[in-house]
């Protein structure tokens, strides 16, 4: 009787195996497990195999993959780097492949493409400059400060990613606290607390400085600065 629907492995094709079964005491098990067509082993439905065996299904499954495991055996293992292993998975860039034609160019055309220039960064009327366990928010004279103007500072130690903001908390540091571990001092400003990780300034004369330490200096300080109004945050004192 031959078993019809044991398949091996795709990766055995060109080896050719035959396993026979020799009447006795295997042959009665496998028969057992053989379902009405007799076309494979099956330890799923294990009630008839079940009267008259005990733990018979790994020597079942043994047998229905003898001979993928004989090819694995003997097959020696490959050394060599294939290189065409994921070629139908992956596209690979064909260095010596012809290039698709291009337009000739016309009598006066240059032929290269100037060359692209970043435009220039946009000056603002106030710097920021890092300190040890802190930072200051000053003048930067070019171009001029305008008495009058607000600056809306949020602060959190910096993450390697995500928002820093977002991951702020209480337990890092307070603006509001009042536990003395910050400390703000400067000139030319007024420094309010809008919450407990966001100030404003008022600059009130055109060369201000504004210095805030007391932060952990063994961690890096994110510090956005945006420019307001002042009557966005009257509500929040």
Known sequence: MTITKLNTKRSARGVRGLVVVEPGALASLLGDTEGPAHTTWDTSNDERPNRAWKTWKGRVTFFSNILD????????????????????????????????????????????????????????????????????????????????????????????????????????????????????TGDGAIVKAKAGNIMEIEVIKQDFQVTATGFDINRDLFVRIDEASGDEDKGEE
Request: aromatic share 12%; charged share 25%; hydrophobic share 30%.
């Open 69 to 184: 495991s004989l090819n694995e055996l003997l097959t020696p293992k490959s050394t060599a780097p294939d290189f065409d292993l994921l070629s139908d998975f992956f596209s690979i860039d064909q260095a010596q492949s012809p290039q698709l034609n291009r337009r000739p160019k016309k009598p006066g055309e240059p032929n290269d493409k100037p060359p692209f220039s970043p435009p220039p960064p946009t000056p603002r009327w106030y710097r920021l400059n890092g300190r040890p366990g802190g930072f200051t928010i000053a003048d930067s004279s070019s171009p001029p400060t305008e008495v009058g103007s607000f600056l809306r500072v949020s602060v959190a130690y910096d993450l390697p990613s995500g928002n820093p903001l977002k991951a702020w908390s209480k337990f890092d540091f307070d603006f509001k606290g009042k536990n003395g571990r910050l400390k703000f």
